[in-house]
């Protein structure tokens, strides 16, 4: 049994941006410098929407 579906307009693929972006970042950086990068990332993106849009 075999089913195939139509791939709608605003379907994405596995290729966006945003993983290629990762992608490489998690090729470069490693495993563990990926997860620092972007625990160091949501750091700064929560200061940044405390001190602009909360205050």
Do not use: P, Q
Not at 8 to 22: E, H, Q, S
Request: hydrophobic share 55%; proline share 0%.
């Amino acid at each position: 049994m075999k089913y195939e579906f139509e791939k709608n307009f605003l379907d994405k693929g596995i290729m966006t941006l945003r993983f290629k972006i990762n992608y490489w970042l998690l090729k470069k950086l490693g495993l563990n410098g990926f997860g620092l990068f972007a625990f160091i990332w949501g750091i700064f993106i929560g200061i940044i929407i405390y001190e602009f849009i909360l205050k």
